[in-house]
């Protein structure tokens, strides 16, 4: 049963991450001690919300035609709030939906799933190795197209994980797991998500997808086994996101 005091758990949350990250685009930001405390009140919060908080609840299982499935949505989003310092809302994914890799350029955020399981894969960019092959040298497979060279971008995999209503946050920061894919796992799910500052084109913070790359030959005796290669892609074509109205407890910041 949703919980029944004054001030709800989603509004304190919000409340915490207002004051949390004021100043979240600097890359010193995880050395602040005052941001870590803050931070931690705020994975405090967010490790008890539950869908019954925000009202909402898997959905039933419902059989629809092909031609309907293909005019659906297979990610919905719930905005709950925004402002300047961050933005907050509710990803819905159907079952076998995915969101695919992207990036959160200068951006913190974080991830608590409400319902269901996700697969979470995160990936970090690198700097160009030094005195190795560039990106236009390597070899992939499929090769390149001419015109690709310059949206390929070596990266690291940083982390993979299932998460579910019980785990803690998912955390990612302008410097770390900060590009990452979300698969649903055995049937539909839903998280809250935290982005700070939100995402704004005007200012350099828009969203880029990518996709693996697979390397033509034996990887070289320097890199990481969990080294790979992206390209930037436009959004994919079967990925898209729906908008569906917040039942919840209203939220003021």
Same mark, same amino acid.
């Given at each position: 049963?949703?919980?029944?005091?004054?001030?709800?758990?989603?509004?304190?949350?919000?409340? $915490?991450?207002?004051?949390?990250?004021?100043?979240?685009?600097?890359?010193?930001?995880?050395?602040?001690?005052?941001?870590?405390?803050?931070? /931690?009140?705020?994975?405090?919060?967010?490790?008890?919300?539950?869908?019954?908080?925000?009202?909402?609840?898997?959905?039933?299982?419902?059989?629809?035609?092909?031609?309907?499935? =293909?005019?659906?949505?297979?990610?919905?989003?719930?905005?709950?709030?925004?402002?300047?310092?961050?933005?907050?809302?509710?990803?819905?994914?159907?079952?076998?939906?995915?969101?695919?890799?992207?990036?959160?350029?200068?951006?913190?955020?974080?991830?608590?799933?409400?319902?269901?399981?996700?697969?979470?894969?995160?990936?970090?960019?690198?700097?160009?190795?030094?005195?190795?092959?560039?990106?236009?040298?390597?070899?992939?497979?499929?090769?390149?197209?001419?015109?690709?060279?310059?949206?390929?971008?070596?990266?690291?995999?940083?982390?993979?994980? $299932?998460?579910?209503? $019980?785990?803690?946050?998912?955390?990612?920061?302008?410097?770390?797991?900060?590009?990452?894919?979300?698969?649903?796992?055995?049937?539909? /799910?839903?998280?809250?998500?935290?982005?700070?500052?939100?995402?704004?084109?005007?200012?350099?913070?828009?969203?880029?997808?990518?996709?693996?790359?697979?390397?033509?030959?034996?990887?070289?005796? $320097?890199?990481?086994?969990?080294?790979?290669?992206?390209?930037?892609?436009?959004?994919?074509?079967?990925?898209?996101?729906?908008?569906?109205?917040?039942?919840?407890?209203?939220? =003021?910041?």
């Amino acid at each position: 049963m949703p919980r029944n005091n004054k001030t709800s758990l989603i509004q304190k949350i919000a409340s $915490q991450a207002y004051v949390t990250f004021p100043n979240c685009s600097t890359s010193a930001i995880g050395d602040n001690k005052t941001f870590l405390e803050r931070q /931690a009140e705020l994975v405090t919060l967010l490790s008890d919300i539950r869908a019954a908080d925000l009202k909402i609840a898997p959905p039933k299982k419902v059989s629809r035609s092909s031609s309907q499935s =293909s005019a659906v949505p297979p990610v919905t989003y719930m905005h709950i709030c925004e402002t300047d310092v961050f933005s907050m809302g509710v990803f819905l994914l159907k079952s076998g939906a995915s969101i695919p890799l992207h990036d959160h350029p200068g951006m913190n955020g974080m991830l608590k799933v409400l319902y269901g399981k996700v697969n979470i894969r995160c990936y970090d960019k690198l700097d160009k190795a030094v005195g190795g092959q560039s990106d236009t040298e390597r070899q992939f497979d499929p090769p390149l197209l001419p015109f690709q060279g310059d949206d390929v971008r070596r990266a690291v995999l940083r982390s993979s994980g $299932q998460f579910s209503h $019980q785990s803690g946050p998912c955390i990612l920061s302008p410097l770390k797991d900060n590009l990452h894919e979300i698969d649903a796992v055995d049937g539909p /799910a839903a998280f809250l998500d935290i982005l700070a500052p939100p995402y704004d084109p005007d200012n350099g913070r828009d969203c880029h997808y990518y996709k693996l790359l697979q390397t033509a030959g034996k990887k070289s005796e $320097q890199s990481s086994e969990d080294e790979t290669w992206l390209l930037e892609i436009p959004q994919p074509e079967d990925f898209w996101c729906g908008g569906e109205p917040y039942p919840g407890p209203k939220v =003021s910041v």
